[in-house]
């Protein structure tokens, strides 16, 4: 398995307060994702790093901030959470060449993040 | 948009049996075409990963299938057991990030 961890695995969380979630690699990888799952959405994309300090939005990146000040670290933060944002986040990384991604993309265990 | 979806929403079969799951997409200029599978409160394991100039990838008892003109992906997954009860998810790369499909729920039964 790919060496990605995310912490927390599980939040339980208010209304309005800022959550922050982390993905950490042992890969080196240079591209990192988050996406979030939703019954009857599927797997949507929220924002992707392809290298240290660029980050760049995705389908559904309203709500949502990122940051990844280290190769190994990629950081997603909810500034004030809402219930609409009760979701799994799930962190993926991957290798690539130039800016097309041609290798496979690997998952990490997600975090289940309920928001009251 | 890329649009992606997947054809049974779920699937119940009797151990032994050979199947067929489906995946369709409306842009056919991808990258390439990533299977994936998800047990319940998992991540996503991948399974196979189609590039864009390959007709077909196999592993083990899996084979995908892409036919890119036609939008279209296949796992086959020969003689199934209880243990490849899961979730199949289909994503297709059309440059920076996947988009996924929603799914085909796979039971298999003793």
């Known amino acids: 398995d790919a060496g990605i961890t995310q912490s927390p695995r599980h939040k339980v969380t208010e209304t309005g307060t800022p959550v922050t979630l982390r993905c950490h690699q042992t890969?080196?990888?240079?591209?990192m994702y988050w996406y979030r799952q939703d019954p009857g959405h599927g797997l949507r994309l929220i924002h992707y790093?392809?290298?240290?300090?660029?980050?760049d939005k995705g389908e559904v990146s309203d709500g949502y901030s990122v940051s990844r000040s280290k190769t190994e670290d990629f950081l997603l933060t909810l500034e004030s959470a809402t219930s609409s944002q009760t979701s799994v986040y799930f962190c993926?990384?991957?290798?690539?060449?130039?800016?097309?991604?041609?290798?496979?993309?690997?998952f990490g265990p997600g975090t289940r993040l309920l928001v009251l | 948009k890329q649009e992606v979806t997947q054809i049974p929403a779920a699937l119940s079969v009797p151990e032994g049996e050979n199947l067929v799951l489906n995946c369709s997409f409306t842009d056919s200029a991808i990258y390439n075409l990533q299977w994936f599978r998800q047990d319940p409160g998992k991540g996503l394991t991948s399974l196979l990963l189609?590039?864009?100039?390959?007709r077909e990838q196999t592993s083990g008892r899996l084979n995908a299938s892409l036919d890119k003109s036609s939008g279209r992906s296949t796992l086959y997954i020969a003689a199934s057991q209880p243990g490849d009860s899961a979730t199949y998810l289909c994503?297709?790369?059309?440059?920076?990030?996947?988009?996924f499909g929603k799914g085909t729920s796979l039971l298999v039964t003793p």
């Open positions: 994503a297709v790369n059309s440059g920076y990030a996947l988009n």
């Open positions: 890969e080196n990888h240079r591209y």
């Open positions: 189609i590039q864009s100039s390959q």
């Open positions: 790093s392809y290298g240290v300090k660029d980050t």
């Open positions: 993926a990384i991957s290798e690539s060449s130039g800016q097309i991604l041609k290798e496979t993309q690997y």
